[in-house]
């Protein structure tokens, strides 16, 4: 686990792909419980730790997970999270071949699929459609791949994923949505590359960047 940024009421960390923020049926440990015993043991706290979860990140992609360590950060992250222009996200994105244009704004409107944990494009009025829009531009060219830098305008379920496979670029390792094979590790080349936002209690801007996984066609690109 890789501590990014860490005072008295936030902490960020640099997720590596295959770990899970919170809890769930697959009982493996959740950084959050990772990050409540490294507080404990760094700041020899006696009892519970309270460790808030304002966002997410899917498990098999990596970069900034974001935590509160105050009720009083809590709250407020929860307000700016909501609010894309409170909480910039970036992310980079390594995808198959490479799009029509070097860079532009996508919007849709996508559907969930709760039982496939996918999510659809779908026309403007479709039953529990959300609009999603994002931006991306070309960062480098390979032959194979193209990075992408990313920026979010909203957060919808697997919004990245799938607005950016339905230009005919999948992200690379996702075969959920196309990619022609998996990584190795069972990751997918998608990294929450920075986060900026005006500290919740201290009221100053504060950027957050993650370093890219160990991951040799990152390194390349």
């Not at 860490?6 to 809890?23: C, F, L, T, W």
């Not at 970036?90 to 532009?104: D, F």
């Not at 969930?112 to 931006?135: F, H, M, V």
């Not at 801007?205 to 993650?210: E, G, L, R, V």
């Amino acid at each position: 686990m890789q501590v990014l940024y860490e005072d008295n009421h936030i902490i960020a960390v640099n997720k590596a792909p295959g770990e899970i923020v919170q809890g769930d049926k697959t009982g493996d440990k959740p950084l959050s419980d990772i990050l409540k015993d490294y507080i404990r043991q760094k700041y020899n706290k006696p009892g519970e730790v309270f460790l808030g979860v304002p966002h997410r990140l899917d498990r098999p992609t990596s970069g900034v997970v974001l935590f509160a360590r105050t009720s009083k950060a809590l709250t407020r992250l929860n307000e700016m999270f909501k609010d894309h222009e409170a909480m910039h996200k970036t992310y980079w994105a390594i995808v198959q071949g490479a799009p029509k244009l070097p860079e532009a704004r996508l919007e849709n409107y996508l559907v969930r699929n709760e039982a496939q944990n996918k999510s659809y494009i779908a026309k403007p009025g479709a039953k529990d459609a959300k609009q999603a829009i994002l931006t991306y531009k070309t960062l480098a060219k390979g032959d194979r791949y193209t990075l992408l830098e990313v920026e979010l305008l909203t957060g919808r379920h697997h919004q990245i994923r799938c607005q950016l496979a339905a230009i005919g670029c999948p992200i690379k390792g996702d075969l959920k949505y196309g990619a022609k094979r998996s990584n190795p590790d069972g990751s997918i080349s998608l990294h929450a590359r920075e986060i900026t936002f005006v500290h919740p209690v201290r009221k100053e801007p504060i950027t957050i960047t993650a370093p890219v996984p160990d991951d040799s066609l990152f390194a390349k690109l």
